[in-house]
């Protein structure tokens, strides 16, 4: 990709992060580990082994910013199955990677597909009330982590 073409990728990348709700981040990690991939294979099927390994090294960290961002109040099994299942993935990579195999990235994409088919699925409504709980909870959070400040200073 010449330069241009990545500071435009890039510039855009960072505009849509700037005005993006939680659920459209989450979209939009899914989409790198995708994208991360497809270079991968085809830094592969060119022996560019510089590039496989960058590639390779962005959709693995991309998988765990995906580990990373789950919450677990939203439903422990759900998170408890796709912390496994990322991290099965990001196995395969590496395995991927040292083997120099096309067809283990062709497997993890298409896990990644089926997972982000499913999230692209969450209406509207419900991706708005999973912002506000997520929103009260936090709030609820920080009110008690402020009280307990409050209560250290004070007993100081």
Known sequence: MNSKLKNYTRDNVRNRLEDADPYTVIQMLMQGVLENCSY??????HKNMEKKGHHIGRAQA???SLIVSLNPQAGADATDNLIG???????????????????????VM???????SAWDQIPMEARQEA???LGKLHAEEDAAHQQEVQRIASSA
């Open 40 to 45: 991968a294979k085809g830094a592969i099927e």
């Open 62 to 64: 991309i998988l765990e």
């Open 85 to 107: 299942l990322y991290g099965y993935m990001s196995d395969r990579l590496m395995t991927a990677s040292v083997e120099l195999d096309t067809k283990i990235i062709d497997e």
């Open 110 to 116: 298409s896990l990644m597909i089926e997972i982000k």
């Open 131 to 133: 912002h506000e709980v």
